[in-house]
């Protein structure tokens, strides 16, 4: 069986950072690769944030681009998200997926197992 489990999550105001952490288990972490999505209400859930197996390769959404951070630890079976200058735009559940494949995927559906998700919100 495979979990993953996000935390970090918080109200913050708007310049703040977070560190997002997801905690996996049941698979060969180091082997896969690892992103992150948000869902606002009443939005469709969006790409923000992925890694390939190693950390050698990292891609971003626009919007976040130059304040966000992707990274893993595969000692202990964990990816990150460090969130700075923090906006109210970037409140929204944030969920850690886990892709079958070494090379990242801005894609939802190319993810296979999926956390519950962390709510992150930004006050003006």
């Known amino acids: 069986q495979v979990t993953l489990v996000e935390s970090g999550g918080g109200l913050v105001q708007a310049g703040g950072s977070l560190r997002l952490s997801c905690a996996t288990s049941?698979?060969?972490?180091?082997?896969?690769?690892m992103g992150w999505f948000r869902q606002a209400p009443g939005k469709e859930r969006e790409f923000v944030a992925a890694i390939s197996w190693s950390g050698g390769i990292t891609d971003y959404a626009a919007s976040v681009k130059g304040r966000f951070t992707i990274s893993r630890d595969n000692a202990k079976n964990t990816v990150y998200l460090q969130m700075n200058s923090l906006k109210p735009e970037d409140t929204a559940v944030y969920y850690c997926?886990?892709?079958?494949?070494?090379?990242?995927?801005?894609?939802?559906?190319?993810?296979?197992?999926w956390g519950q998700g962390t709510q992150v919100t930004v006050s003006s």
């Open positions: 997926g886990l892709r079958e494949s070494a090379v990242p995927s801005q894609r939802s559906g190319e993810y296979d197992y």
């Open positions: 049941g698979r060969t972490f180091s082997r896969y690769a």
